[in-house]
């Protein structure tokens, strides 16, 4: 299989597998990628949100507001700046970042049972490598 069909459809399998272990929480496509974002990075803008999960602007609005309607986030203005709002995890989204890096961690731990540890330090490498690569791309387009 070409590289770019086995990363375009690996990489919708694996959402559409996500989104099934994580039935039942309500989430939506999207919400958890902006969860694990900001469980890493609470605080943030709107546009350091979208920038880091690679998600444009105008989809960031309608994504945010489902989740503040949901009690995931909050969002906050701070050091007398009217103009931005920094997004903040409640302890329901807080909650909600526990469920889905327990999924992932049991997705990873499923994906590479049958691959021996030294081939899995060479993908992860290598992935890293590409993924590098891209983002000097993208800054150079």
Same mark, same amino acid.
């Given at each position: 299989m070409e590289f770019q069909n086995l990363l375009i459809t690996t990489h919708?399998? $694996?959402?559409?597998?996500?989104?099934?272990?994580?039935?039942?929480?309500?989430?939506?496509?999207g919400q958890p990628k902006v969860l694990r974002y900001l469980d890493q990075h609470d605080g943030s803008n709107q546009t350091e949100i979208a920038s880091g999960c690679f998600i444009e602007t105008a989809s960031m609005t309608s994504l945010l507001n489902g989740m503040e309607e949901n009690g995931l986030i909050e969002r906050r203005r701070m050091n007398g700046n009217k103009r931005t709002y920094y997004i903040f995890l409640t302890d329901k989204g807080k909650e909600m970042c526990r469920i889905i890096n327990t999924a992932f961690e049991e997705?990873? /731990?499923? %994906?590479f049972s049958n691959i021996a540890f030294e081939?899995?330090? /060479?993908?992860?490498?290598?992935?890293?490598?590409?993924? $590098?690569? %891209?983002?000097?791309? %993208?800054?150079?387009?």
């Open positions: 919708a399998m $694996h959402r559409k597998y996500m989104m099934k272990m994580i039935e039942g929480t309500g989430l939506t496509r997705v990873n /731990t499923e %994906l081939e899995q330090e /060479t993908f992860i490498s290598v992935f890293e490598e590409i993924y $590098h690569q %891209l983002g000097r791309l %993208l800054e150079e387009a």
